[in-house]
């Protein structure tokens, strides 16, 4: 892992609303491992809408609301990142340490799920179901001098990904990212059926 360079003023950005439609669909089979999850032709004919409340990943909720969240300048440690770290078997004790993969990890465990329990942001490209398009609130992977960063993914122009990820300018926040260092979009191998809901339903509205 490379080493962090020194402490920097961050610059939060805004919010994404990724709000959307979701239905109800049956449980669909996990795919190995590298091999990329893909919506049939034709959704089936028992779905039904659901509440605006459930139209987000779980882990994705959990992870806008600590948008905010940053490193404490001189000998401080943010609390909070000691517990994202206190998810990975580095068990990090200062914020100082890199904490993107920390910070996936902690948001996946109050989703209900394991995360890679790693600090190290490449270790998301060998875990869950990988997806060939990206949705909203999916883990995006991204290469890095050095190592690797990992986040929630939130959207994207021609030339760049925007994530929602922990330190990124030392705090929870979403930044942009050349679409060049990608490196894999993933969500967990057996989603939960309101998150299996909504996947469903976020590559219907790829295709």
């Known amino acids: 892992m490379a080493a962090k360079a020194p402490k920097q003023a961050g610059k939060t950005g805004k919010v994404v609303d990724t709000v959307r439609e979701t239905v109800h669909v049956p449980e669909r089979p996990a795919t190995a491992v ?3 999850v893909r919506v049939p032709d034709k959704l089936p004919d028992d ?6 409340a459930a139209s987000d990943f779980t882990w994705f909720t959990i992870a806008k609301r600590e948008l905010g969240q ?5 000998l401080k440690h943010n609390p909070r990142i000691i517990e994202y770290h206190a998810t990975t078997t580095l068990k990090g004790t200062t914020d100082e340490i890199p904490w993107c993969s920390s910070f996936v990890n902690w948001c996946m465990q109050q989703a209900g799920y394991t995360g890679t329990r790693s600090a190290a942001a490449r270790s998301w490209t060998q875990w869950g179901q990988r997806l060939a398009a990206p949705v909203p609130g999916c883990i995006v992977v991204l290469t ?3 190592g690797g960063h990992v986040g929630f993914y939130v959207g994207q122009d021609a030339k760049h990904i925007r994530v929602l990820g922990g330190n990124q300018s030392d705090a929870v926040n979403i930044a942009s990212y050349d679409r060049k260092r990608l490196l894999a979009y993933v969500v967990p191998k057996n989603l939960k ?3 299996n809901e909504i996947l469903y339903r976020r590559l219907a509205e790829t295709v």
């Open 144 to 146: 890095r001098d050095g």
């Open 34 to 36: 590298g091999e990329p």
């Open 193 to 195: 059926p309101e998150d």
């Open 47 to 52: 779905i039904h809408v659901v509440s605006e």
């Open 70 to 74: 940053r490193e404490l300048p001189g």
